[in-house]
Nanobody
Framework: QVQLVESGGGLVQAGGSLRLSCEAS????????MAWFRQAPGKQREFIAY???????DYADAVKGRFTISRDNAKNTINLQMNSLKPEDTAVYYC????????WGQGTQVTVSS
């Protein structure tokens, strides 16, 4: 079974930055289109960023221009650089394939204070 472990979350003031990482065991992430998702309390999990196996990217409108998704194939990780954070970005952040084919990890909590 593939295990996904997200890390890098924390508490930050509005306008600050965080860098999230997703590490996997049991799968080579480079062969998959990968994505970041987030879920705020009482809300549905939503897609926020995508990177294809070839390196092309796409973002939800809410994070375009502020977040950057990247791969480090040597480390088998997917990263998310988050800049200009807003309180509305507060959520638990998860990684998975673009089609959500792996089981969900624990996620990492991001809290942005106003």
């Amino acid at each position: 079974q593939v295990q996904l472990v997200e890390s890098g979350g924390g508490l930050v003031q509005a306008g600050g930055s965080l860098r999230l990482s997703c590490e996997a065991s049991g799968s080579l992430l480079s062969i998959n289109a990968m994505a970041w998702f987030r879920q705020a309390p009482g809300k549905q999990r939503e897609f926020i960023a995508y990177i294809s196996s070839g390196g092309s990217t796409d973002y939800a409108d809410a994070v375009k221009g502020r977040f950057t998704i990247s791969r480090d194939n040597a480390k088998n990780t997917i990263n998310l650089q988050m800049n200009s954070l807003k309180p509305e970005d507060t959520a638990v952040y998860y990684c998975n394939t673009r089609l959500r084919t792996y089981g969900w990890g624990q996620g990492t909590q991001v809290t942005v204070s106003s």
